[in-house]
Each structure stands twice: as C-alpha cells, then as structure tokens.
C-alpha cells in the first residue's frame, strides 16, 4: 500500500508563487493517478489537478478555478508528485491533500475514487 507525505504549504503573499510536494513510500506513484485535493475553511473538499498514471497516458487535468496558474508534475524517479502554484490568491488558501488511486478517466476529478491520502498540508494566502 503506497504511503504519501506532502510538503511544502505555508504562508505566502498574493501574486506570488509556493511548490507543494507528495513524495511516495511502498510504491510507484507511476503507476497510480496521482491528485491534490484542497479544503478551503468550512467548505468541501474539491478537486484541484492530477496527473494520469502512465500506463493511461499520464496527461494533466486541472480545475477551472486553478488552469494557467498552477502546475502538476511527476517525477519517477524521485517518486514524487509535485504542485507548483502560481499568481496565488487569498482564494487559494486551504489544507491541501495528495491522494492517490485508480480512476477511469471520466472519474479523475471524483473524491471518492481515490483511496490513498496524505495528512494534508496549509496554504494560506495572504493580501
């Protein structure tokens, strides 16, 4: 069973940028769908972006709210998946959660096609 640990949240002006990390134990996040997941304060969970495991074609997908400002990667090697975000706003703050699983494509963006989560880790934007 894959293990995540996500890195990287903390306090950042608006405008400016943050990179998020979900680094993989006991298995290749490759061979997965990868996603971040965030929870603004009192809402739901919702989908942010994920990256397509490889054997599906390993493509991005992203929310609207979110598409030209930030970034999905995944580096096989390091076995990590990574979350650039750019042009951050006050909008943006959440606890942020990497998960990880085997969606059809259709599903990528469903909550609960996902099986394997992290702690989770806050962003908070700032004015």
């Known amino acids: 069973q894959v293990q995540l640990v996500e890195s990287g949240g903390g306090l950042v002006q608006a405008g400016n940028s943050l990179r998020l990390s979900c680094a993989a134990s006991?298995?290749?996040?490759?061979?997965?769908?990868t996603a971040w997941f965030r929870q603004p304060p009192g809402k739901e969970r919702e989908f942010v972006a994920a990256v397509i495991r490889s054997a599906s074609g390993g493509k991005s997908v992203y929310a609207d709210p979110v598409k030209g400002r930030f970034t999905i990667s995944r580096d096989n090697v390091k076995n990590t998946v990574y979350l650039e975000m750019g042009g951050l706003k006050p909008e943006d703050t959440a606890v942020y959660y990497c998960a990880a699983g085997s969606p059809a494509l259709s599903a990528t963006t469903y909550l609960r096609m996902y099986n394997t989560w992290g702690q989770g880790t806050q962003v908070t934007v700032s004015l």
């Open positions: 006991g298995g290749s996040l490759s061979r997965y769908t």
